[in-house]
């Protein structure tokens, strides 16, 4: 069994910074490639946009133009931890953010599994 869980997420005010922090957790091999996608209030699962990801090797494949220059994605991979780093804050940014992770598992196939957190809500006020 494979988890991930977001945290970090809460009220901020315009300009405000905040962390996002997603443990992955259980029979993990490996986690391969991982990323942050974020769904507006209201919005269906299919809207999700991609917000960042990450490769294994912690280069940064991809960073979406809304929120380039303002936040950024690392990973500790000792620690099957991934980031998001989220920088003046505008409420445009909010949305429930949920990690997304492939990840080879002890047990499993010899492929990765894709998998994903139950998200954490980030609400920013003017």
């Known amino acids: 069994q494979v988890r991930l869980v977001e945290s970090g997420g809460g009220l901020v005010q315009a300009g405000g910074s905040l962390r996002l922090s997603c443990a992955a957790s259980?029979?993990?091999?490996?986690?391969?490639?991982a990323a942050w996608y974020r769904q507006a209030p209201g919005g269906q699962r299919e809207q999700r946009e991609l917000?960042?990801?990450?490769?294994?090797?912690?280069?940064?494949?991809f960073l979406a133009d809304a929120v380039k220059g303002r936040f950024a994605i690392s990973r500790d991979n000792t620690k099957n931890l991934v980031y998001l780093e989220m920088n003046n804050l505008n409420p445009e940014d909010t949305a429930t953010y949920y990690c997304?992770?492939?990840?080879?598992?002890?047990?499993?196939?010899?492929?990765?599994?894709?998998?994903w957190g139950k998200g954490t809500l980030v609400t920013v006020s003017a």
């Open positions: 917000v960042a990801s990450i490769a294994r090797s912690g280069t940064t494949n």
């Open positions: 259980g029979s993990i091999f490996r986690v391969n490639d």
């Open positions: 997304y992770a492939n990840i080879l598992t002890l047990s499993g196939p010899n492929y990765g599994i894709n998998y």
